[in-house]
Each structure stands twice: as C-alpha cells, then as structure tokens.
C-alpha cells in the first residue's frame, strides 16, 4: 500500500486507533480486538516495549487483509526509519519533526506530523504533510480545530487525545479529516477485557461510519 492509498484509506475509514500497552502481548491482543470490532488503521506506538516487533508480526500475520499498521509517538528519523523497516505503512508523531518528514518523504512512507500551533502547521504543509495531526485534542478542542481551519481549509487535520464516543462527532462538525483514539477505545486491556475492547471498537467505528457516510 503506497502512502496516497493510506491517505485514502484514513479518509475513507474516519478512524486511527492507538495502541498502547505494557507489553507485546497486551498490545497484539489489543489490535486484534480492535480489528475484530472493525477498526482497520492501527498506530503502534514507540511507547510499548520492542514496538518495532509488534508491528512485523502485525504486517506478517495480516498481509493480505485491510488492516494498516503504522507506527505513533515517532520522536525523530531514526526511529521512524526502524518502523518502516518492520513494515510500518505509516508514520504518525506527537510533534513537528522535519527530520523525520523528510526520511518518510524520501522512503515514500505516508507520515502524519503532530502540530498544535498554526505556524507548526504551515510549517507541516510547507514539508510536504497530506494529513496533520492535531495534538494533544483535549488541549486543543473542537472549537480550536475549527478556528484553525479558518485560516488553513486546505489542512488535513486528525485531531488525537480526548476524543470519544460523546464528542467525535463534534470534531467531525469542526472540519476533522479523520479522528485518532486511544485510551477511550482500548482502555478494557488494562484489565485483560479484550471483548471490552472489540465491544467499543465496533460502537465508535459504527458511529463514525454514521457521521462521515462510510460503510459501515
């Protein structure tokens, strides 16, 4: 999958869920989880230990299917070049690191810097970004993102941290080109509650398909 059908595939699916989690086996069971409630982009993230090796068992074990493994919390190049190594079909950072966009650009890897000021975000546009995350989203509000949009319609925005089920479609009203999850969607795995986790999967992909037209 080339970056621009990842583009559309963010678009298409409205929903990237991040990974987290205190171990490999707490964050494969949690994708699975996520994937069997119908969520289809999952972001890894370099917060779980030996993340480069969730993400080649994910690409391994689902090579074939719609599931798209990228990597999050990306802090520089080098570890961004260690995720596309592994297999990772994008690339998501909480932060603006032009190092980091220019080795994805280089490699054609699709990458989603994090931005949280309108000068970050120009800066992203300039280097290149097709999708900017909007971080951390319970800082920013809806009401921020859409007042970004303001001057920046042409910004592909993905608003992640504090999104659910009770306000995303709020984000979506403010001009959200997709949305990033986390803790609202996965936070059943703490307690080893996988059925939890497909259970909330399959509520919020199902209301988000509801808001954005897609198929549900």
């Known amino acids: ?35 069997a409630g119908g ?62 966009m220019k080795l994805c650009n280089r490699y054609g890897v699709a990458v989603m810097p994090g931005v949280f000021t309108p000068s970050e975000a120009i800066t992203a546009l300039e280097y290149g970004a097709y999708i900017i995350k909007l971080f951390p989203g319970d800082v920013a509000t809806p009401k921020g993102l859409k007042a970004l949009k303001g001057p920046l319609p042409q910004a592909n925005i993905m608003p992640t941290g504090g999104v659910s089920l009770e306000n995303v479609e709020e984000w979506f009203k403010a001009g959200a080109y997709a949305v990033g999850a986390g803790s609202f969607i996965t936070k059943g795995a703490q307690k080893g509650d996988y059925k939890a986790v497909e259970e909330v999967s399959r509520e919020f992909v199902n209301k988000v398909h509801s808001i954005i037209g897609g198929n549900k």
Do not use: H, W
């Open 39 to 100: 969520i289809k982009l999952m972001e890894v993230t370099f917060t779980v230990p030996r993340a480069d090796e969730i993400i080649k068992t994910l690409v391994d074990k689902y090579k074939g299917t719609d599931m798209v493994v990228g990597a999050g919390s990306v802090l520089d190049s080098e570890t961004a070049r260690a995720a596309i190594l592994a297999g990772a079909q994008f690339i998501v950072s909480p932060a603006l690191n032009v190092e980091t």
């Open 1 to 35: 999958m080339n970056k621009f059908e990842v583009f559309e595939a963010v678009k298409k699916e409205g929903v990237v869920v991040v990974i987290r989690g205190n171990s490999v086996e707490q964050a494969i069971k949690s994708v699975e989880a996520c994937y």
